[in-house]
């Protein structure tokens, strides 16, 4: 019989107890302290809405890395809807400074697409500085691209929120975190915030480190790049006082802040909810996006090899094609992982959106491997239900 701190607790919908079983099941193998939640919604309707683990509840909050892309870049597909930003519009039109160093015709397709080469800057940033979305864009508006644009993708990890956000704060007088608050977060009342308030944080984790085995920890340092490599460039490790990926939402100003590459703090129930806000009627209001909108923006436009991931990767504009990573997913599925293991997405297709947040970082980092059970469970669930 399972150890009762492996058991799930919370709810599922009639028709999603196997969803219950195999996160159960999860929990077992994973042991030790493992600690998650898992949140799926079906055309609008929750129905599963489950944790486990020490400390952890429904209403906890961690940071989510790379899945606060989502999120900003939601807000942008809303700008691009309403006609305020145009794709196929220079970047340097709507904000002058950043054409420097031969950045003149780099579009805003190209930049959501991880195509502009400008992951990083020559002297790298403080925790300070990275937390602080307005301070990163005017580093990289003077920073020469590392590859001539648009003739390679690679994952802006750390830099793409502030640069897409810096273009809708040009033409909106607003920072990407207040527009998200306005038009996302406080309209759903959603557990997502990019720059989380002083008195929601007794309910937050802090991110624990990965454990890796002996063996894979080898896989690990096999797979290590340098600090002037892209790939170190991109995760900021050319600067010397960069603290382990890990630690950055353990920082009270990168919570504060949110900045919107890496800095959001969530729960599953808020990434759930924000997909399923995305694509459907929820809390009886209209889906955020339009469907031209939402399949505009899942087109895969950037695929192969990724120069800093160094591997396989596909994106839409500012998500990831998620279809790419599980097949089993609707063509069009859009979403973003986050390097801790969360995972969040919605499928157009399929009506349901997805959000699973863990607190200690998985290996290899990205979205958890448990993800590729989770999904599949919650996948047959829906279809079953649907017949």
């Known amino acids: 019989m399972p150890d ?13 107890e196997s969803v219950r079983r195999e996160f159960g099941a999860v929990a077992v193998e994973e042991g030790g302290d493992y600690a998650a939640q898992l949140v799926a919604y079906v055309g609008g309707e929750r129905v599963v809405d489950l ?4 400390e952890i509840t429904g209403d906890s909050l961690t940071g989510v890395f790379s899945s606060t892309k989502g999120a900003a870049h939601l807000v942008v597909a809303l700008l691009v809807q309403d006609g305020v930003l145009d794709l196929d519009q220079r970047v340097s039109h709507y904000w002058p400074e950043f054409g420097a160093e031969g950045k003149q015709d780099i579009t805003l397709r ?16 403080t925790v300070e500085e990275l937390a602080d979305d307005r301070v990163i864009a005017e580093r990289l508006a003077a920073q020469a691209p590392y590859w001539r644009p648009g003739t390679a993708f690679g994952y802006h990890a750390l830099a ?13 007088g607003q920072s990407i975190q207040e527009l998200f608050e306005e038009r996302v977060r406080s309209r759903h009342d959603l557990d997502f915030h990019l720059g989380l308030p002083e008195e929601h944080e007794p309910r937050f984790l802090t991110t624990q480190p990965m454990l890796p085995t002996p063996e894979q920890q080898a896989q690990l340092d096999a797979a290590a790049t ?49 997909y399923a806000a995305a694509i459907s009627e929820l809390d009886g209001k209209a889906p955020l996006l339009k469907p031209d909108t939402a399949a505009a ?21 500012g998500f990831q094609a998620l279809s790419d990573i599980f097949p089993i ?3 069009g599925a859009f979403g973003h992982s986050g390097a801790a293991g969360s995972l969040a997405f919605a499928d157009p297709r399929t009506g349901f959106a997805y959000g699973y947040n863990r607190r200690r970082f998985a290996f ?17 669930a829906a279809t079953a239900a649907a017949r």
């Open 160 to 172: 793409i929120g502030a640069l897409t956000g810096e273009v809708a704060r040009r033409v909106t």
């Open 51 to 54: 944790w486990t683990g020490p």
């Open 364 to 380: 290899p980092g990205g979205a958890a491997p448990e993800n590729d059970r989770l999904v599949a469970a919650v996948h047959a």
């Open 110 to 125: 190209d930049l959501l697409a991880h195509r502009a080469g400008v992951v990083g800057a020559d002297t790298g940033f």
């Open 329 to 331: 997913l609707g063509q």
């Open 297 to 317: 923006f899942a087109q895969v436009h950037s695929i192969g090899y990724d120069l800093v991931s160094r591997v396989h990767k596909a994106f839409g504009l």
């Open 226 to 274: 340098g600090p002037w490599s892209l790939t170190g460039i991109a995760f900021n490790r050319n600067h010397p006082q960069m603290p382990d990926l890990e630690e950055l939402p353990n920082y009270r100003v990168v919570r504060a802040k949110g900045p919107a590459s890496v800095g959001g703090v969530a729960s599953a129930r808020g990434l759930a909810g924000m």
């Open 4 to 16: 009762e701190a492996n058991t799930p607790q919370g709810t599922v919908a009639e028709g999603f």
